[in-house]
């Protein structure tokens, strides 16, 4: 599941290729995706440009000139690309084996619920196997009210993310995991960036969140910006469906500590790696790095 990190390498992504760009037309074939009326959707892009790329937490707001922003949200499978037809007229005109080309020309099928079509040709596709990522067109009343967005927590890659600040969603009578997956408290943390700061940090999952002691509290502090930033910069974490704006996959997945390891050796001590279910969720970590 796309968690901060990866909406933000797609951010970036689309920062780069559609920022600017008019919206000629959009071809809405999973209505189930798009939380308004699909032909009022349609019909309010058109002829609207891009005017900037956003994101809060695991959401991706894309303003578009008529003052209504795109509120996308990946969820399990959503992937959100760019497709350049130069690019892959290029591929055309000089076709290698059938393979390379059906790998490079990226096919609309039956996933590919929503096409953004720009004035210059290319192209925007929304494809979600499972369907449970939604796109919502909202007015700027719209957005002020969203609830999904109001409820959010600090971003914790920003300055408004302090220790004090941190030290204060500490209590309760829940896991420490339990309250790094709590969006309202810092949002943007899923499950493997949860699991691998609480690696880094030396902490198991399961620790009640009051018990930590002062130290404990500083390094998980500290290990929370510094996993999202890693992600960020190996392009996301690709363990099956994410892509980055450019359909290229995240390399993320080869530098994890704990996350999807379990069994295998810690790359610090060796130990196997131990599976268990915190917080109803698939939790991996280290018994000899992490107490
Ligand atoms: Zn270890």
New binding site residues.
Partial sequence: MPELPEVEVVRRGLEMQIVGKTIAEVAVRGPAVVVNNPEWFSARLRGQHVVAARRRAKYLLLDISSGDTLVVHLRMTGQLTYHDRSAQERVIVQPATYLERALQVQPIDKHTHVLFTFEDGNGLYYRDSRKFGRLQLCTPAELATHKGLLKLGVEPLTEAFTLPLFRRFLKGNRSIKAVLLDQTLVAGIGNIYCDEALFLAGIRPQRGATGLSKGEQERLFKAIPEVLQQGIAYGGTTLKDFLQADGQQGSNQEELWVYGRSGEP?R????PLTKTVVAQRGTHF?G??QR
């Fill in positions: 810690c610090r001590c060796g130990t280290c000899q790095c």
